[in-house]
């Protein structure tokens, strides 16, 4: 009877996991043709500079609109395209919608610079950055409009060569983030060697600041520490009035969060913050 049920559980068990890879392998199925089809979006999310009022970029998301599924958020694919490798025909795909969009937003004045987010698998794959290239010139997008972020931890792992691609763009006017902070081990003095304008301090140190007397002390020492460095801060996931207050008083300027907007498509952003849209920071509170 034990031995029975011992078994009945082992079975369920690789029930499970036969499903579970069965699962994945009909995602990535999926996710192979989705590249094929053309079945991304992107969604934009605005950054508010408070000192000089107004938006100053805006962060560029992917969304998968499957035509049998709810809209899938990066979470539920991002994963799996990194670790199948096809994070790089998505990346050019999402690199190119980006630059055109750029290119847009530039000739229609809207001087928001777009930021790309960039897995690891991505940035450091040797086509990248003559893809990158091309992508710029095929739809003539200003090198000033685009903003390249990258993850804490790569970040501290980038080599000569990534440096030196990073400090070549950058010299055209690009620039470059550093994504997720605070969420993975960084060696403080090799930040200032990085070729690197901003910071975004990752959701999870910003959330409770608050009601914790601890998480505001931590927040804003990394804070002081990055502007100590002559880095520019950008506080992500803000999602209420208190944790602007908070954080403006320790010199934080730049946000971005719900509060401020949720990611919306571009036509619907360029409507709201666009030039005909009121561009004040009070007017995007919606
Ligand atoms: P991320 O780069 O840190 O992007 C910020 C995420 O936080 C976005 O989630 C955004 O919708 C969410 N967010 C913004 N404000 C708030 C807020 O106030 N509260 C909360 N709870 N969340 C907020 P999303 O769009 O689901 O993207 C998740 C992650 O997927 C991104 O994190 C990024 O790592 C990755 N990702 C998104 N788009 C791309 C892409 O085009 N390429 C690559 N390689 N990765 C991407
Ligand atoms: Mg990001
Ligand atoms: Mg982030
Ligand atoms: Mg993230």
């Not at 699962?23 to 989705?34: M, T, V």
Request: hydrophobic letters at 40%; glycine letters at 8%.
């Amino acid at each position: 009877e034990a031995k029975a049920r011992g078994r009945r559980r082992v079975e369920l068990y690789s029930d499970d996991l036969e499903q579970r890879i069965a699962g994945k392998s009909e995602l990535e199925r999926d996710l192979r043709r989705a590249i094929k089809r053309d079945e991304f979006l992107l969604e934009f999310q605005p950054q508010v500079d408070y000192v000089a009022g107004r938006i100053v970029g805006a962060e560029a998301l992917v969304r998968w609109a499957h035509p049998e599924r709810a809209l899938m958020m990066p979470e539920g694919f991002v994963a799996l395209a990194e670790e199948t490798g096809l994070i790089v025909e998505l990346g050019e795909w999402i690199m190119n919608r980006v630059c055109e969009t750029a290119a847009r937003w530039a000739a229609a004045g809207i001087d928001h610079r777009l930021c790309l987010n960039l897995s690891a698998r991505e940035i450091t794959h040797p086509d990248f950055f003559q893809r990158f290239d091309a992508a710029m010139a095929r739809h003539n997008t200003p090198a000033n409009m685009l903003e390249l972020e990258i993850g804490e931890s790569l970040a501290m792992r980038m080599d000569i060569g990534l440096i030196e691609q990073l400090e070549r763009l950058r010299a055209r006017g690009m620039s470059v983030a550093i994504d997720d902070f605070g969420t993975g081990y960084s060696n403080l003095s090799r930040l200032k060697d990085l070729p690197v304008d901003r910071v975004k301090i990752d959701r999870s140190l910003v959330r409770d600041i608050v009601i914790s007397p601890e998480a505001r002390t931590i927040c804003s020492s990394v804070v002081a520490l990055i502007q100590g460095l002559g880095l520019q801060v950008v506080i992500e996931g803000v999602e209420s009035e208190e944790q602007i207050e908070m954080l403006r008083v320790v010199g934080c300027n730049v946000f971005q969060g719900f509060h401020l907007s949720r990611p919306v498509g571009e036509t619907r952003y360029v409507e709201r913050f666009g030039p005909e849209g009121d561009n004040g920071v009070e007017a995007q509170k919606a």
